[in-house]
């Protein structure tokens, strides 16, 4: 008889950390269907207004020459991809954590959390619950007779039944109050709040240039996506203009000064451009590893700048990610640009500033 299949899973339990690291894997997968549901959306919006999410389902008569027709089409089609996110969380989280045998009682876990109102914050809880019972249900070693069927039946079958009645029974009601208090939070924001939010998120982005402290600020604001307030896209312009800054920042800084900096780092701040304009935050990594006590309080400080900034002006938008691409789909593009510039131009004269004294030893 052939050996049941391999699966690709640790031989010990996952820790907090190693769980955290794969729960961030999981997200990066779920990201395409933000910023594609995120920009059909805005799309929609941009072509036929804020009425837009009232008109009727493009099924029941489409009108080829009527541009709201066209709006409408790219409305729902947001819609539909938003609508996928949690259960493509769920899943994609929980395969990162025990692979594919993980992955129905993810989808269904993430689907679970859906039709609670559990959210985002609640697919994220349902891919981890589905990944851990599913890496420890894995350590059994059944009979021969059935170790074939183990990862195609015996797993999915198993942690489907247990992560959906956790979600069912036990965690989606709290889950789902928690993620209305989240709504009412944001929709209660006031001007003065989002500024200070804006700010705070913007200081945790260059944290870490992509590290957990940055994708909890991200998944912060794509959390808020979800509930469809407005004071959540201002949030959400907020995160990508910091993000989008610390690059950007280091690729002002080596043009300006090229002497303060070795010839790898002119070459990497050539590539920071488009980093920074498409918002990639970790193009401003090797900077901020090879001199750290002088580059990351420059790119804290701009990147605070920038998500105060972008607040304050009111910019907003409903795309995730994208950077200059998206930028005609953001509310107050002009504003969300001078924030961007005012906390590149902090961060670059900062980190000159702070290279032209004493290499500290």
């Known amino acids: 008889m052939m050996n ?7 031989t010990s339990s996952p820790t907090v ?3 955290h690291g794969k729960l961030m894997q999981g997200v990066s997968y779920a990201i395409p269907f933000v910023v594609t549901g995120g920009v059909l959306l805005a799309l ?4 036929g207004g804020p009425t837009i999410g009232a008109a009727p389902p493009v ?5 080829w020459l009527a541009p709201v027709s066209w709006a409408a089409l790219l409305h729902q089609l947001g819609a539909l991809t938003f609508g996928l996110l949690v259960p493509v969380v769920g899943g994609y989280v929980a395969h990162a954590i025990a692979d594919r045998p993980a992955l129905v009682p993810g989808f269904v876990g993430g689907t679970v959390a859906a039709q609670t109102g559990a959210g985002f914050l609640g697919g994220l809880v349902a891919g981890v619950l589905a990944g851990v019972v599913v890496d420890r249900l894995a350590r059994w070693r059944p009979p021969r007779v059935v170790a074939g069927l183990r990862p195609v039946l015996v797993l999915p ?3 489907t ?6 979600m069912w029974l036990v965690v989606g009601r709290p889950l789902a109050a928690l993620t209305s208090s989240l709504t009412s939070g944001l929709a209660d924001l006031s001007t003065g709040s989002l500024v200070l939010a804006g700010a705070a998120l913007g200081l945790m982005v260059a944290a870490d240039l992509g590290g957990p402290i940055n994708k909890t600020a991200y998944t912060f604001a794509v959390a808020g996506l979800a509930t469809g307030t407005p004071s959540a896209q201002t949030v959400m312009a907020a995160v990508m203009a910091a993000g989008m800054t610390p690059p950007l920042a280091m690729a002002l800084a080596t043009t300006l000064r090229r002497d303060r900096f070795t010839p790898a780092e002119r070459e990497n701040g050539r590539a920071a451009w488009l980093l920074g304009a498409v918002y990639v935050t970790e193009g401003a990594i090797p900077f901020a590893a090879a001199d750290p006590l002088r580059v990351l309080p420059s790119l804290l400080a701009g ?4 998500g105060g900034l972008s607040a304050a002006f009111g910019a907003a938008t409903a795309a995730p990610h994208g950077g200059i691409f998206v930028l005609p789909l953001v509310g107050n593009p002009l504003g969300h640009v001078l924030a961007i510039a005012a906390g590149t131009l902090v961060s670059a004269v900062m980190v000159l500033s702070l290279k032209s004294l004493r290499r500290p030893q």
């Open 157 to 159: 079958l198993a942690g």
């Open 17 to 19: 950390a190693a769980v």
């Open 303 to 306: 990147a605070t700048v920038t």
């Open 161 to 166: 039944l247990v992560t959906g009645a956790v």
């Open 44 to 47: 929609g919006y941009a072509l």
């Open 4 to 10: 049941a299949p391999t699966l690709a899973h640790p």
């Open 59 to 63: 099924t029941a008569g489409f009108d």
